[in-house]
């Protein structure tokens, strides 16, 4: 089995959002620091105060970061970031009240706002943080004959949800069972079933669009599309498996015939 990483967190984007301000998004791994920008000017902002939410306008809007002239002002801060977020001291001179937040958590995702509330006008912009968590897939073969192979493939603890597919070696998507998705503490458990009759190269690819990131297993299925043995060895186990069925029955008949061994089955 041969096991590849496509990964391409973006660390940041912008994006317009048609009112003038650009609303910004960063996309982070879980684990990793994100730092959330907020600079509005080159103004010194040493002497001012500044205050970073989580969530502002929602009932769990959380204490982040806060700064006033000088010092940290964290006795607010809420529990979830205590010891984890730091500014910049060296760039308060430029006007940078960017912070970070270390050891990034799937519930650190969510909407920030960066706060100047004792200027006049009051300044404000947001930041948009999303933690994703991007395992990866796990493929098996479940079962198979010598004419298919059942696959299933797994993606445990994913955040975003992810999209699940299987691709055969040229990138084809193999037709598949509807997903089984689960959800817990945020997290999703995706199961994803197949049967191919063909030898090839599988891959199951999980695709997290918003954060960026593919991520794919691949696996050797040889499916021996009968092979004179194996031709007999299939119509045999179709006979005995499906032997009220007249479809059944004349399949394994017409196969018979392409490998020469109908004599075995008369
Ligand atoms: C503010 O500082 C952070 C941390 O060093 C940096 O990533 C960011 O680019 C700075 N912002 C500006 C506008 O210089
Ligand atoms: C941030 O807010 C936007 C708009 O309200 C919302 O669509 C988005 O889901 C929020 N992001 C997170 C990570 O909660």
């Not at 990964?7 to 998004?25: C, E, H, M, N, Y």
């Not at 700064?67 to 500014?87: L, T, W």
């Not at 968590?133 to 010598?146: E, F, R, V, W």
């Amino acid at each position: 089995m041969k096991l590849l990483l496509l990964v391409s967190f973006l660390s940041l984007w912008r994006r317009s959002d048609g009112t003038g301000a650009a609303p910004i998004k960063v996309l982070v791994k879980e684990g990793d620091e994100a730092i959330l920008p907020c600079s509005f000017s080159s103004e010194n902002i040493r002497q001012e105060l500044f205050d970073w939410k989580k969530d502002k306008d929602k009932k769990d809007m959380k204490e982040v970061f806060m700064y006033d002239k000088g010092n940290e002002r964290n006795s607010a801060q809420d529990e979830q970031f205590r010891g984890r977020v730091f500014h910049f001291p060296e760039h308060l001179d430029e006007g940078n009240a960017s912070i970070v937040i270390r050891a990034t958590k799937l519930t650190d995702s969510g909407n920030y706002t960066c706060l100047f509330p004792l200027l006049v006008p009051e300044r404000r912009s947001n930041v948009e943080l999303v933690v994703g968590a991007a395992p990866k897939p796990s493929a098996t073969i479940l079962d198979g004959t010598t004419v298919w192979a059942r696959l299933r493939c797994s993606v445990h603890g994913a955040f975003p949800k992810p999209d699940v597919q299987w691709q055969n070696r040229a990138g084809d998507i193999v037709p598949a069972e509807e997903p089984q998705v689960s959800e817990r503490g945020g997290r999703y458990d995706i199961i994803l079933q197949t049967t191919v009759t063909k030898t090839d190269h599988y891959r199951c690819v999980s695709t997290q669009e918003e954060i960026n990131h593919r991520i794919y297993t691949e696996t050797y299925v040889p499916v021996h599309v009968l092979a004179s043995r194996g031709g007999v060895l299939w119509v045999i186990v179709l006979l005995e498996e499906d032997i009220g069925s007249n479809q059944a029955l004349s399949t394994g008949y017409g196969m018979a015939l392409q490998n020469g061994v109908i004599a075995f089955l008369i």
